[in-house]
């Protein structure tokens, strides 16, 4: 008979397994932890049969969204942290009524873990922002094989559950790089993959006045709706680009919201309590 993962522990030592099924769930109430017993276990059959490319019937890909579906909202997205600036972001932000969704890595600029990345990312939560996966260690998924997509997927699931309480909805792929694959193993973990309409040409090295000429092109442009990718690893993105993108916005009669909200969708699969920091909380 197969057991469910969540009545099953020992699968945890399994290192094929342990990406999806060991969760630290202690919080979570039991009609919750039900539910998602039977969707692990669902995954599970989907996940490990020796089969599973041959004979079972084909995984359901993620969905992937480009754009905004709520009229008249603009989603500003910063990839790549936790980073140093995160706090100035998040009081830019505050002060202009605006929120923000923060896609995290695990092990990128920083290590999620060490005190300071875990204290930022903690703070932009209960701060009402967005906080969503960029995977691990921000490489291309395309390139990597089923285990290796679950592998960068679980571990800054595990980190954010850890830290916040709260399993992503969302992930951004890393130079918005995916295939089949990828939309599959996305697919299964219930998260939706989003990309963006706008790009503010930071990673690119484009200089701040380039940046500030994209906002103001777009907003007078006026599309129903705006989805922006930024980084918060580039100082000028912060200091010298996003108030004047906000200003410029807002000034078009934009509401400035996460991506859950710009998707009229739940920010988190569920919501719980942080953990206690443990000697597993390393990278």
Known sequence: MFKSPLQDTSMCRKPFFQPLVCLSLPHLPKAML??????????????????????????????????????????????DGPYDYIYDISNILKQNGATATFFFNGNNYHCIYDQESASRVKFVYDQGHHVASHTWGHKDLSTLNWDQIHSEMWMIEQALMRITGSYPAFMRPPYGKYNDTVLEASG??????????????????????????RYLNIANAHPDTLLAVNHETRASAVYEVLPYAIQQLKAKGYQL????????????????????RTVEWHC
């Open 188 to 213: 299964i973990r219930g998260q939706e993959v989003v990309m963006w309409d706008f790009d503010s040409g930071d990673s690119a090295g484009v200089s701040s006045q380039d940046s500030r000429n």
């Open 257 to 276: 919201v996460s991506v859950a909200e710009c998707l009229g969708k739940p920010k988190y699969q569920w919501i719980g309590v942080p953990q206690q």
């Open 34 to 79: 039900f539910k998602l017993s039977v969707a692990i276990s669902i995954a599970l059959f989907a996940v490990a049969s020796p089969l599973r490319e041959q004979n079972v019937e084909k995984r359901v890909k993620a969905s992937v969204y480009t754009k905004c579906t709520v009229p008249n909202t603009a989603a500003l997205t910063f990839d």
